[in-house]
């Protein structure tokens, strides 16, 4: 009996990979705990990492019929992700996008990391020994360049589940990241000049306005792009409750404990699903890389877009801000004004840059609906 109790620790079943796995763990854990970097995200992902690659215990998102693998099938049944949006609707305020309509056009240029991801990922298949990726597989590594965690999640779960645990903690990775990733770019592509702008406020938006779009963009979106409805329908809602002035009591809870809960459990699933098994394979280098290509061509993507339409504008549109076509909300709009502070304390850029992210979050979203459409 005890020769067979010596047989189930886990100390016996402890291989290198999963040494590895857990000391990544680790490093998650000391990024979201002393450097204070998407603590609320990396803390329950690093331990459910952690839990996952612990021998015998039953604790990875993989082990049927156990704790985390029933917390997973939110994921892999698509329950989370439009969840969260409807949370993150509840969160954003639409009105820049309203009163500034031609930011949405930086956020259809933060597309091109998605554009050009999809087609780097079917090119790796002339990576001697490498088979390469399918079109399926293709379009949930490229949705990483939208920089938005819960449409990577949703895409892959539904194009390549098997993927899912690479895409989702490489999203999530360079959502964190974004501060470091981008300054660099966003200096590299534009002039002292261009720096210096500052841009008026924007302009006020009428609480008719504001109720109205949700529900017209809804109707309209999900007519031409059915796919996308489950993410864009939720997002829209909880935009919708939160502008209506009828619901406050919903709008609080979404924006708060509602969003914690799945934001908890969200984290802990994934990080449980990042085995050594599933985890450590030539694959998900390459998506690793690929999706620090998408998220840095969707970052170029809105730069060069925001300084064409400082040109169109004569001058009225601060290029600092077409880091925002991504929707890494609100971590890029901060972005956007952290570095437009450094060369003119004038300019408060942080408002602008939102409406360029809420069109990114919604053209992101379509992006994913088209390729589910298309692909599945």
């Known amino acids: 009996m005890f020769?067979?109790?010596?047989?189930?620790?886990?100390?016996?079943?402890?291989?290198?990979?999963?040494?590895?796995?857990?000391?990544?763990?680790?490093?998650?854990?000391?990024?979201?705990?002393?450097?204070?970097?998407?603590?609320?995200?990396?803390?329950?992902?690093?331990?459910?990492?952690?839990?996952?690659?612990?021998?015998?215990?039953?604790?990875?998102?993989?082990?049927?019929?156990?704790?985390?693998?029933?917390?997973?099938?939110?994921?892999?049944?698509?329950?989370?992700?439009?969840?969260?949006?409807?949370?993150?609707?509840?969160?954003?305020?639409?009105?820049?996008?309203?009163?500034?309509?031609?930011?949405?056009?930086?956020?259809?240029?933060?597309?091109?990391?998605?554009?050009?991801?999809?087609?780097?990922a079917q090119a790796t298949s002339l990576i001697p020994g490498f088979a390469g990726f399918g079109p399926g597989e293709a379009a949930a590594i490229a949705i990483i360049g939208s920089s938005d965690g819960p449409t990577a999640i949703f895409t892959s779960a539904a194009l390549a589940p098997h993927l899912l645990p690479a895409i989702a903690i490489a999203a999530y990775s360079y959502m964190a990241l974004v501060p470091l990733i981008q300054p660099p770019i966003m200096r590299a592509l534009t002039t002292h000049e261009e720096r210096i702008i500052v841009m008026p406020p924007p302009k006020q938006v009428t609480k008719t306005q504001k109720i109205v779009f949700p529900i017209v963009m809804t109707v309209v979106i999900i007519l031409l792009v059915p796919a996308a409805g489950a993410l864009l329908g939720m997002l829209l809602l909880g935009n919708l409750i939160r502008e209506c002035g009828?619901?406050?009591?919903?709008?609080?809870?979404?924006?708060?404990?509602?969003?914690?809960?799945?934001?908890?459990?969200?984290?802990?699933?994934?990080?449980?699903?990042?085995?050594?098994?599933?985890?450590?394979?030539?694959?998900?280098?390459?998506?690793?890389?690929?999706?620090?290509l998408a998220f840095v061509f969707g970052t170029v993507g809105g730069v060069l877009m925001a300084k064409l339409l400082c040109k169109l504008t004569g001058g009225k549109i601060n290029p600092l801000i077409g880091n925002s076509g991504v929707s890494a909300m609100p971590m890029a709009a901060r972005v956007s004004q952290s570095v437009g502070q450094e060369y003119n304390p004038q300019n408060h850029l942080l408002m602008h840059a939102m409406g360029p992210i809420v069109a990114s979050t919604v053209g992101s979203a379509i992006f994913a609906g088209i390729f589910v459409t298309l692909l599945r």
């Open 3 to 120: 020769r067979e109790f010596i047989g189930t620790m886990g100390f016996v079943g402890m291989t290198p990979p999963r040494a590895l796995m857990i000391g990544i763990g680790f490093l998650f854990l000391y990024i979201g705990i002393v450097k204070k970097k998407e603590s609320l995200l990396l803390v329950p992902m690093a331990f459910g990492m952690i839990l996952a690659n612990l021998p015998f215990a039953n604790l990875s998102a993989h082990d049927e019929g156990y704790l985390l693998n029933f917390m997973y099938q939110g994921i892999h049944l698509i329950i989370l992700p439009p969840l969260i949006f409807l949370c993150i609707g509840a969160l954003t305020d639409f009105g820049p996008l309203i009163s500034n309509k031609k930011t949405v056009f930086i956020g259809i240029g933060g597309q091109l990391g998605i554009i050009m991801a999809f087609f780097l």
């Open 246 to 292: 009828v619901t406050e009591r919903y709008s609080q809870t979404l924006q708060n404990e509602f969003l914690n809960i799945l934001t908890l459990i969200l984290a802990l699933a994934l990080g449980a699903s990042a085995t050594a098994e599933a985890f450590l394979t030539p694959t998900t280098l390459i998506i690793t890389v690929l999706g620090l």
